[in-house]
């Protein structure tokens, strides 16, 4: 077989993969494979309705590997590599039948850049499955895993997994799991109703190597680890690693972690005794089921430190399969392959069982990570002659750096400084720094001095290796630490020393340039040269705009508008080779002094406070009135009298056709827009107790939606709180609903048309009937007590924006006034015209990223409930106008409408309470392009423009 198709074949059945994936979700027959709590996450994950209440979202790299994995276990049902061949990729069977017979069980690697947010997939396939394992049990024959160990390769990876899932250390040394990264990111990770399942986890059944306390768990549990603890060989760990990784005896660490003997009644007394006898391997061997995660897992197959690793996993797993149980490894890593270099060319051979490919070209044509230039300065040709190599005498010994080292640190130095002076004008919490990579320890103590030749000393230089701990002592090793991970937040270190120990786990963001001093001519220095800096520095939307804006500069072979985000490699020219793959795909910019154009921030503005801002502030008014219970419910009692909406997409007659005759219908697949978890019924079970069950669950979704868009039916309080004694009115309208109008006709939902209750239309029409119903119940507060909850916009003291796309800020508390990159031409005649208005005292261009408090609750055409932003508020003399602008033909659209509808009422809301404090009133106005258009030509001012558009209530 050739090299590159045993090369390519991998790669080809991701895609593959991916392909099938996603015509699956497309066509929506993704829904009857999966379990219901795999349906609830999926939902909760990627569904827009819940994404646009959050400020953190999976990416469409993450979402894939997602999506793959929950596909090939629970849709294909693949129970090893070759069935997955198998299925996808047939024809490349005959050339690797040898290696696919050496895996018998469920083996998944996922492929994604550096940089791209492994570990959250990790989190997510954790979660998945132990919710499964919990919830689902055994849906449809699948059965899931409630055991987990995930395994790093080296001590920074290990942190990182346990700030992940135990939570940061706290001032009291201990970690705190709300601290985790699952905990602090529940409202992507975990929906509501099983996050306390969540915390009891992670709480009681997370286990790290330092673990002392041996405790059953009888829910499973969840082992941090390095991977040196499953070898069972007292000599294992050499010294070296044993200085890297700083690991107790090992019998002693695993019979402080393990937490559980797979048996109904744990003998504890047992498991001590195989502990000490060093058979910790043989306890995981003997689970019932049992997760592998390896992260960074090219180092399973590491050649270079004759590592175990890949052995003692198939051991557990022949094991664990033999005795009738169940076991799955998940690998992740940036570089699944085994790389094998000549001075010509460097081949990669991948691992067999990659199912996703989300690569560094695909991350960084995202912009999910920094452009990348490989410095071609004027110093690249003067250095081209001189060793890259350290200085050494005849024995070996090194003396000292080389010049041609020393030019390309100072070559660093002057790129770093450049960016510091610029980076300040536009941030000055941003502060870049420099990283030196090293492959011997011998030589940092040269760099040190060079580097002090060039007045960097002290607190301005951090170096970090695997002899540094024995050089200065365990405390100090620490604090060291504690710097390097904290150093994005400060000005110094500005330079780091590493010793390739700072390969994998390094989650910092402010590396933007980087010197690798090599020792030899080998290829592998590129990996953790780039995976260091790939890390986005700038992460809102004017760090986005700049960095997709220098990837079509670099495509068009011109130079990047800005030095936004972008990582400087200083590589000595013997090894440009080595980047020429990787400048022919337009992953790399080689950068030189001869290409004009651009700056080191390019147009990137920094908006803040005017020195007299005060005079220009403006309030957001949040409405918080409070109602008594018994008010309450007269009005939602009269309310719910009122006729509603009938379901006429389809006649009954036809509902009972589509629904047909299934036996199971699971209620999570009635809609994307609900929250109805695992709820399922079934023909024999469908009856009175199944369908107050029913209503229960609708009540909840309608309440939990309008909890979710901040909808505000009597005050601050969540909504299952402030419904609490009337939640039996709903659920009596809803019944009274489906049984008599819903369909036009009499409806007895306990005979065998049940089943239409279950269809995604007549779901979707339900909820959005009652959202709808009691959002006009939260518009009908005016003769109630109303108080309102102001927030001022300086409270935003600043935020970037694209210079091209501002204006001077007249009026307004910012010193300039920003409008949309795309299609903001009507925004920016808006603000040149309101800017010349005598009678406009302050004005403000509301965004939704920096003003997130300022919205009105609405519910769109689809039934969502959604948060409206409103383009401006303008202060005149009499009134304060909340003013919406729009293109001619959006006027109609009926998402547009409802937003008019919601901000009108929302404003007669606000202006109860302002008029008993007699302040100026709200307005709210609509503008539509040819009004504002006509206005400016005959020289109008605002109130005849509000006259034009019939502006809303005053």
């Known amino acids: 077989m050739r090299e590159e198709s045993r090369a390519t074949i991998p790669l080809i059945l991701a895609s593959r993969i991916s392909q099938e994936v996603n015509e699956c979700f497309e066509s929506g027959a993704i829904w009857d494979s999966v379990s219901p709590v795999t349906s609830r996450l999926l939902h909760f994950w990627f569904d827009e ?53 050496e895996s018998s069980f469920v083996k998944f690697c996922m492929k994604m850049a550096t940089g791209t947010g492994k570990t959250w997939v990790m ?39 346990l700030d992940s899932y135990q939570g940061r250390v706290g001032e009291n040394g201990s970690r705190d799991v709300f601290s985790s990264d699952i905990m602090q990111n529940a409202s992507l990770f975990v929906p509501e109703m099983w996050r306390e399942k969540i915390v009891e986890f992670l709480s009681g059944s ?48 695993v019979q402080g972690i393990l937490p559980l003997y797979p048996s109904t009644i744990n003998d504890l007394e047992k498991l001590d005794r195989a502990v000490k006898a060093g058979e910790e391997r043989e306890y995981l061997s003997k689970l019932t089921n049992l997760c592998i995660i390896n992260d960074e897992a090219h180092h399973i197959y590491d050649d270079d430190k004759d590592l175990k690793w890949e052995g003692i996993i198939k051991y557990i797993a022949q094991a664990i399969v033999k005795n009738g149980g169940r076991f799955m490894q998940c690998d992740f890593s940036a570089t699944p392959y085994i790389a094998k270099t000549s001075k010509k060319q460097t081949s990669k051979t991948h691992f067999l069982h990659i199912i996703v490919d989300f690569d560094l070209k695909t991350a960084i044509h995202s912009a999910l990570v920094k452009n990348i230039s490989l410095s071609k300065r004027n110093f690249f040709s003067s250095i081209e002659s001189l060793d890259f190599r350290a200085l050494r005498d005849s024995d070996g010994k090194i003396l000292g750096l080389s010049q041609g080292q020393e030019v390309m640190i100072d070559a660093g130095l002057r790129q770093l400084e450049l960016l510091e002076r610029e980076f300040i004008k ?15 320890q011998e030589v940092v103590e040269f760099v040190e001095r060079y580097l002090e030749t060039r007045g960097l000393g002290g607190e301005s230089v951090l170096s970090i290796h695997s002899g540094k701990k024995n050089e200065i002592g365990t405390q100090e090793y620490l604090r060291i630490k504690s710097r390097l991970f904290a150093m994005d937040k400060h000005k110094e270190p500005r330079v780091v020393i590493s010793v390739l120990m700072l390969k994998e786990g390094f989650d910092v963001s402010n590396i933007c340039v980087i010197v690798p001093l090599r020792a030899s001519e080998s290829a592998k220095l590129i990996e953790q040269t780039i995976g260091r800096g790939l890390r986005l520095m700038w992460r809102d939307n004017a ?15 011109q130079k990047p508008k800005s030095y936004i985000d972008h990582l400087f490699i200083v590589e000595h020219p013997s090894f440009q080779r080595f980047y020429d793959e990787m400048i022919k795909n337009h992953l790399v910019f080689v950068d030189t002094d001869e290409q004009g154009g651009g700056s080191v921030t390019g147009d990137m503005l920094y908006v803040g406070l005017k020195p007299d801002y005060e005079a220009y502030d403006m309030a957001w008014h949040r409405v918080v009135g409070s109602h008594t219970e018994s008010r309450l419910n007269e009005r939602l009692e009269t309310l719910l009298q009122k006729p509603l909406p009938h379901f006429d997409a389809f006649s009954l007659d036809t509902l009972k056709q589509i629904a047909g005759t299934k036996e199971k219908f699971v209620l999570e697949n009635l809609t994307t827009q609900t929250q109805f978890g695992g709820f399922e019924v079934s023909a024999e079970l469908f009856n009175a107790g199944a369908y107050s069950e029913f209503l229960r669950v609708l009540c909840e979704s309608i309440a939990g939606k309008l909890e979710r868009s901040g909808g505000n039916v009597s005050g601050g ?22 049984r008599y109008e819903l369909f036009q006709q009499g409806f007895d939902p306990l005979d065998s048309s049940w089943r239409v209750l279950c269809l995604k239309d007549v779901g979707e029409h339900i909820i959005k009937v009652f959202l709808e119903l009691l959002q006009e119940l939260e518009s009908r507060q005016e003769s109630l007590e109303v108080t309102l909850e102001s927030r001022y916009f300086s409270e935003a003291k600043g935020f970037r924006h694209r210079e091209q796309f501002c204006l001077d800020g007249i009026k307004s508390i910012y010193t300039h006034t920003p409008f949309p990159s795309n299609k903001g031409g009507l925004e920016r005649t808006f603000i040149e015209w309101i800017q010349k208005q005598g009678d406009i005292v302050r004005f403000v261009k509301i965004l939704e990223s920096t003003h997130s408090f300022a919205y009105i609750p609405y519910i769109r055409a689809d039934g969502v ?61 609509l503008v539509g392009e040819n009004s504002l258009h006509s206005i400016i030509a005959r020289g109008g001012g605002l109130s005849e423009l509000v006259s034009l558009c019939g502006g809303g209530v005053a």
Request: with cysteine; charged share 30%; proline share 2%.
């Open 49 to 101: 309705e819940y994404r646009e209440q959050r400020e953190c979202n999976f990416h469409k790299g993450q979402e894939q590997a997602i999506k793959n994995m929950i596909y090939l276990y629970e849709v294909a049902r693949v129970e090893s590599v070759a069935q997955m061949y198998e299925r996808f990729y047939p024809e490349a069977m005959g050339e690797i039948l040898n290696e696919l017979a």
């Open 123 to 161: 989190n997510a396939l954790v979660l998945w499955q132990y919710l499964n394992a919990v919830y689902a049990k055994e849906y449809k024959g699948i059965q899931y895993f409630s055991n987990f160990v995930l395994l790093a390769p080296g001590l920074i990876v290990y942190e990182r997994l």
């Open 206 to 253: 997370v286990f790290d190597k330092e673990s002392k306390k041996l405790e059953s768990r009888d829910n499973g549990f969840l082992l941090l680890s390095n991977w040196h603890f499953l070898d069972e060989r007292e000599e294992r760990v050499d010294e070296s690693l044993q200085t890297m990784y700083p690991l107790e005896n090992v019998a002693s660490i």
């Open 426 to 440: 536009l941030d000055s919490s941003k502060y870049p720094k420099m990283l030196i990579v090293c492959e011997q």
């Open 543 to 557: 760090g986005a705009q700049m960095r997709q804006e220098n990837l079509k500069a670099l495509q068009n072979g």
């Open 717 to 738: 309080k969540g909504l299952s709180v402030r419904l609490q004694g009337v939640e039996y009115l709903l659920l009596r309208r809803i019944d009274r609903y489906i």
């Open 865 to 925: 409930l959604g948060r409206y932003f409103v383009d401006f508020m303008v202060e005149s003399e009499r009134e304060v106008y909340i003013i919406e602008t729009k293109s001619q033909k959006d006027l109609r659209a009926e998402d547009v409408v409802r937003k008019k509808r919601a901000a009108i009422s929302y404003v007669e809301q606000v202006n109860a309470a302002l008029a008993a404090k007699g302040q100026k009133l709200w307005r709210y106005v």
